[in-house]
């Protein structure tokens, strides 16, 4: 019986004629709300130039297509959620949805998706938003070539750009996501890809990943956001050829990495952070072809990291280039490029002769004490690190990487 | 004037060197536990040891979780915000918290405090949930990773 209603379902919109329902000033229908009520399954509905003062707009089991023509404005009028959808196989378009309203307790957006599979949402334009596309218990969707930002500059109660709840194998492709709380938030969400989006001037996080596992993001930038990207309590995580740049401040990072487990850091570039990767319990994490470039710190490892390598990686013009606490390692550097090494190579086979320490012993001081920083660059932690250098007591004995590449390595 | 001036000095000492909980910064500071920037005005916490020393975080479920595990200081203030009026911080142990599904908290344990055990009967009624008092709370597991 199941079996009948799946074909039902699948043939539905060649029985019944899909048909056009347009909506404009002048026309028969004027607005989207009439038009989504007269919809039925397979219709498209057509929202031509204008200003739509609408909100509260519900489609519920409708597999309908809403594109906008003209660029249509839904003016939301700071009134609760714009849009919210609970339905399967249907499409937004085209749309420009601004001022969505504010709450502390609720979390409105200009389109909120529960319960739904298979879906797109393309090519919108959210401006002036609470959340702006917020998805809850859905899955097999695309959110795509979206623009999505609010005036939030440092204000807490701003809220999430793209935010994921419960939400799996969901595609996030050439979004531009700023101004907002957290530019795109996975929470509990599985099977998702991030790819080619902008995430810039987000107060918190460009992209954060919490309770999520098997996600990977690539070829994102991520700029000026509280920090580039978050992923925390999370499994299997592949990141490759992505930027984080700007992150600077006090708690700001280009990555933060807390309780991540089995990932993968490929060909990321981080530049100008305050740190470009803090790592706090994050365990076989293999970080290869990375390039950092003028951070304060370029890696910050903090307690419970184990069993992680760093290998191939260009470590350029850092003011430090790891941090560590504790004396403990369990982790390998090997056959990195660092821009501080000043061993030489005799056999002239790329490969420096001497041994290089990424720990210097100023940066455990640093630790210890943040306001000796004022003596970076001076004499006495110049002779303070080559004495360290020379019979390592503070810094980790072990933390050594054996074959420091003579030349940047090209990936 | 001058007993006033006195006076003045006196109060500054006073106020000091009193353990007084610091008024979270939100957008940028980050939470002791977890290292999240504070953004929710709904669910951050706060301690203060006996010493003076501040831990902020950016929810309930951080602070019970570091009180449970990493922090052994001794606390002599503790304060979690209250759901129902933004910002606004309450004692600890006087608070009732609702565990609810339809009220998500920021480290996903579903956690949220409430000033009275009416109040938190009432958002009960309207969104389901379990009811809890301070010290059943340090009892309960409140990390969402070990249900999955």
């Known amino acids: ?411 | 004037m001058k007993t006033f001036f006195g006076l003045f000095i006196v109060f500054v000492l006073f106020a000091s060197c009193s353990n007084q909980a610091e008024p979270i910064n939100y957008g940028s500071d980050a939470c002791h536990f977890c290292k999240m920037t504070i953004v929710s005005k709904t669910h951050s916490a706060q301690a203060v040891s006996a010493k003076g020393k501040q831990f902020k975080y950016d929810a309930i479920e951080c602070m019970v979780n570091d009180l449970t595990t990493e922090n052994n200081a001794e606390m002599a203030i503790l304060l979690v915000a209250n759901y129902l009026d933004a910002g606004n911080m309450i004692p600890a142990e006087k608070a009732t918290y609702l565990v609810s599904e339809n009220i998500p908290s920021p480290m996903g344990a579903n956690l949220s405090a409430t000033a009275s055990n009416d109040d938190a009967k009432q958002l009960k009624t309207e969104n389901g949930g379990e009811l809890f008092e301070w010290n059943s709370l340090k009892d309960r597991d409140n990390n969402p990773n070990s249900h999955h």
């Open chain 1, 1 to 411: 019986m199941k079996f009948f209603i799946g074909i039902l379902f699948l043939l539905l919109p060649y029985i019944i004629d899909a048909k056009t329902i347009e909506v404009c000033g002048n026309c028969e229908v004027k607005t989207l709300k009439s038009a989504i009520e007269l919809a039925e399954n397979g219709d498209t509905i057509l929202i031509k130039e204008g200003t739509y003062k609408e909100q509260d707009i519900h489609i519920i089991d409708k597999a309908i297509h809403i594109k906008g023509q003209g660029n249509p404005v839904i003016d939301g009028e700071n009134k609760g959620t714009v849009i919210s959808v609970r339905a399967n196989n249907f499409t937004i378009e085209g749309l420009t949805i601004t001022n969505v309203g504010r709450s502390y307790t609720k979390d409105f957006a200009a389109i909120l998706i529960s319960e739904s599979t298979d879906f797109s949402i393309r090519n919108n334009t959210l401006e002036n938003v609470f959340f702006g596309i917020l998805l809850e218990k859905s899955s097999a969707g695309l959110i795509e070539g979206n623009t999505i930002s609010s005036q939030a500059v440092s204000e807490a109660s701003s809220g999430n750009g793209i935010h994921l709840w419960y939400s799996n194998e969901i595609s996030i492709q050439n979004n531009n996501v700023r101004q907002m709380r957290d530019g795109i938030y996975i929470e509990f969400g599985d099977n998702c890809r991030v790819e080619n989006n902008r995430a810039t001037n987000n107060v918190r996080y460009g992209l954060h990943f919490m309770f999520s596992n098997y996600n990977e993001y690539h070829n994102n930038l991520f700029e000026e956001n509280g920090a580039g990207v978050a992923v925390m309590f999370s499994k299997f995580i592949t990141m490759t050829q992505n930027t984080f740049r700007k992150s600077w401040g006090d708690a700001s990072y280009g990555l933060l990495l807390k309780e991540i487990y089995d990932s993968e850091l490929k060909n990321n570039t981080f530049d100008q952070n305050t740190i470009g990767i803090t790592a706090d319990g994050a365990s076989r994490v293999t970080y290869n072809q990375n390039t950092f470039t003028n951070n304060g710190y370029a890696i910050k490892v903090h307690g419970a990291c184990y069993t992680n390598t760093f290998k191939e990686n260009n470590f350029l013009h850092n003011a430090f280039d790891v941090g560590y606490s504790g004396r403990m390692n369990d982790n390998v550097f090997d056959n990195n490029y660092w821009s501080d090494y000043s061993g030489y190579d005799l056999d002239k086979d790329g490969i420096g002769d001497v041994p290089y320490r990424p720990v210097k012993l100023f940066s455990h001081i640093v630790n210890q004490t943040p306001e000796a920083i004022v003596l970076l660059r001076s004499l006495f932690i110049d002779i303070v690190d080559f004495s360290e250098k020379v019979s390592p007591i503070f810094t980790p004995k072990e933390l050594i990487d054996q074959n420091p590449r003579m030349k940047k390595i090209a990936w």
